[in-house]
């Protein structure tokens, strides 16, 4: 019985999808095929070499040390947690309008990679935090506003992760949209409230020096690529997961 | 420098770790379609 792999909607709440044809087009097999052919190596060598310039590259910063380096791999996290949450946002807006199953898909398989760099940027931060300011944590607003946005979509993939229907997929759909919401409040979190955490000064004088700042933009270009990559193979799954409840249904 | 490759190796687990589960899962659903 294979009920457990395939996608858990309820036979008699299913949609007119799942469907034994992949609702993304271009993410058959054989594009998609072509697509990590490219995408793999390219995310690899970049990866590795925002990893070389992290380590080697950027210079040694004068107060917190090798500490500081850690920063390379946790604001590209960041970065790439809010686009999975504005891509959830975005499929849950386009599936509670148009109905579609590509698009609340999509919002699933977005989110399940953003509470992972989430995880990514609440793990390495306290490591950094530990270093920098002595303590693993403190309820600072943008580690607290940070953190209520992990739970948001913890909670958003522990309703999936239930057996489904079509009434939680759109009830997920507006928690993505609404969870959404707690993105920019981190992002003015911290200039509207006193703050420890440090505001981050790219292209200011005074701000991240040359070196730094384009490792930096390298770090955020390979998690860029990680997250397509990864996205890719997800909506992938969710697409096999419907044709296996398809053939299933149609055995009976 | 501790702190530094703890952060990495933190992430490196997560990714790898996300990676294999993805492949798993991918996995079994192409082998149950086979089998249907």
């Known amino acids: ?37 490219v995408l793999a190596p390219l995310t690899f060598l970049v990866i590795a070499g925002a990893l070389y310039m992290a380590v080697w590259y950027a210079p040694r910063e004068a107060t917190m040390g090798d500490a500081q380096r850690i ?40 989110a399940e990679i953003g509470v992972m760099f989430t995880t990514l940027v609440l793990l390495t931060g306290p490591i950094w ?68 955490h440090p505001t981050l000064v790219v292209n200011e004088p005074g701000g991240l020096e040359p070196a730094m700042r384009a490792t930096l933009m390298v770090a955020l270009a390979s998690f860029t690529l990680l997250y397509t990559f990864l996205l890719v193979a997800r909506i992938r799954l969710e697409q096999k997961r419907d044709a296996l409840a398809s053939k299933l249904a149609q055995e009976g | 420098m501790l702190n530094m490759l703890a952060a990495y190796a933190v992430i490196a687990v997560l990714l790898v770790g996300y990676g294999i589960s993805l492949w798993r899962r991918t996995r079994a659903v192409n082998r149950a379609l086979e089998r249907e």
Do not use: C
């Open chain 1, 129 to 196: 935090a530990k270093a920098a300011w002595g303590a693993f944590w403190v309820w600072d607003a943008r580690l607290t506003t940070t953190l209520i946005l992990w739970f948001i979509y913890i909670g958003y993939l522990t309703l999936r992760s239930t057996v489904d229907d079509i009434r939680k997929a759109r009830l997920a759909a507006v928690l993505g949209i609404v969870g959404f919401l707690d993105v920019p409040v981190i992002y003015i979190s911290v200039t509207i409230w006193r703050t420890q």
């Open chain 1, 1 to 37: 019985m294979q009920t457990s792999l395939a996608y858990p909607y309820a036979k008699e709440n299913a949609p007119a999808q799942p469907t034994a044809q992949p609702y993304w087009k271009f993410l058959g097999d054989e594009t998609a095929r072509k697509i990590y052919r």
């Open chain 1, 71 to 110: 920063f390379y791999f946790h604001v590209p996290s960041a970065w790439i947690g809010f686009l999975a949450f504005f891509v959830v946002f975005v499929a849950g807006v386009l599936y509670l309008w148009k109905g579609a199953r590509k698009w609340d898909a999509l919002a699933l398989a977005s």
